[in-house]
């Protein structure tokens, strides 16, 4: 049995308790705001980013890896692992798993899959942390590629935003820009679907964002059990503390986190997003 190492990069928004506890190996993309170049989550947290976001009137830009960072990892974790698993985001939103895959290329004595996740963010860092606890479990390459491709199905996002700006001057998030226009007091909530962020509905006043949240649970949970929780969060936690108060007085989940969206996401959605993820 191959020791297998996993690789993933900073879009997936992992806490380091996350990726200290699950070994996972992390590449950081670079984010550009008001002319200075951070490597995301090593020269400037996420919150530290989003503080600075809402603050600026200049657009951010994000940038992918370049390919000496993925050639430099994977000779080291070829030093201790048989094969590596490098998990990445949707090629429909950059070019970093490109990169990947001619690193992995380049590197042909060295045993490497490079799988696009199809989604972005805190869906793949879930993806990123199971895949990581079934190897600790001991599963092989193929029992993980099988497992990828099932929580491609399992994990389900919506979440919403406050501001409209960010996706209407970013230009880089898919469909979602079918919402720009003139939403007073509708509040826009988004999906991620074959790897975009997607328009899902417009719902108007919190009333109804809350209820349309409590709509989804039920309708994924569909009375079975064992399903997962993830709240997600922004610049701001009451809103997602309210709506992590609402899903888990309705319902039973196996197990509960709240995890926060990067500075990569970040850049394109704004500092407001909240919303869950739901996944068995």
């Known amino acids: 049995m191959g020791k297998i190492a996993v690789v993933t990069d900073s879009t997936a928004d992992l806490p380091s308790r996350l990726i200290e506890e699950y070994n996972i190996n992390v590449i950081p993309l670079k984010v550009r705001l008001d002319g200075k170049e951070y490597e995301d989550g090593i020269d400037i947290s996420r919150e530290e980013f989003l503080d600075k976001l809402e603050e600026s009137n200049q657009v951010p830009t994000t940038s992918q890896p370049p390919i000496g960072k993925f050639l430099d990892l994977y000779k080291a974790l070829a030093k201790e692992y048989d094969q590596i698993l ?24 060295i045993d490497i899959k490079v799988i696009d996740s199809e989604t972005v963010t805190v869906p793949l860092g879930v993806m990123v942390v199971e895949i990581a606890k079934a190897v600790k479990a001991g599963k092989q390459m193929n029992e993980l590629i099988n497992l990828i491709a099932e929580l491609k199905e399992s994990i389900k996002i919506y979440f919403t935003i406050d501001d409209l700006t960010y996706l209407e001057r970013g230009g880089r998030i898919g469909k979602a820009t079918a919402f720009i226009g003139n939403l007073f007091n509708v509040k826009p ?10 328009p899902y509905k417009k719902l108007r006043g919190e009333k109804r964002l809350y209820k349309e949240f409590m709509g989804l649970a039920e309708k994924e949970l569909e009375g079975n059990t064992g399903h997962k ?6 610049k701001y936690l009451d809103k997602a503390n309210q709506l992590k108060e609402i899903l888990t007085q309705n319902f039973e989940w196996e197990e509960i986190d709240m995890l926060q969206f990067g500075s990569v996401v970040g850049a394109h959605v704004g500092p407001t997003p909240f919303g869950m993820i739901v996944y068995k």
């Open 189 to 198: 909530m988004l999906t991620i679907e074959a790897g975009e962020i997607t």
């Open 229 to 234: 929780l993830v709240i997600i969060y922004g």
């Open 86 to 109: 490098s998990l990445h985001f949707s090629e429909k939103l950059s070019g970093t798993i490109k990169t990947a895959h001619l690193a992995a290329n380049m590197l042909e004595d």
